[in-house]
């Protein structure tokens, strides 16, 4: 199985080699810059990557991060860096283009390879995967409530006809209502269904011409 690719954005030497060493399962690639690391994504996408926040040129990381976001959306950043206020932090892990995990330098190594290792599992492409079946789970949840309260409605429709196609006086709204549980509106609702259907005649409810505005204000 090929390694994954970490693209790692720093332009400190010492640290680097940190990473070389605590990383050596992974392949590495190196940018000592932003802008650098913009010209290695666009040539060889990584897995995921890790970003310090001042590099060299004076370029700072997390202004290159919308744009590296907008170049892979759904590789996982991991920003790592020692100048960072908490505010700074913050920011860097909020919004659309947000990195996912934020570790302050001098790092700590186990951390770092446990956060690494997450995110490689659980964020990026997974992550999209994950709210994607979700998504799904929760459409067919909706389809589900919806044909029950379909079902619900025609069988409540089915029942209000039968009590009332011998009594074809106009009903009593509030002690359906009560009967079935549902608001005053949902009865009128029904009675104009079944009238408009010719399941009732238009006498049992003669306002049942109103227009649904009215009928939801009664």
Known sequence: MDKRRILVVEDDDLQYELYEEALSNYELIRARTASGA????????????????????????LEFLPEIKELVPYIPVIVVSGALEVHQQLSALQGPRRAHYCLTKPVDLIELQRTVVVALEQCGEAEIIRQYEALERSRRIDVEELLSRSTDRLSRQTEIRRMLEDHPQKPNISALARHFKVARRTIIRDLHELIRRGELPPEVYPEWEKT???QDQE
């Open 212 to 214: 649904k505005d009215e």
């Open 38 to 61: 913009l010209a290695a994504i666009a040539k060889e996408r990584p897995h995921l990557i890790i970003l310090d926040h001042v590099l060299d040129r004076g370029e700072l990381g």
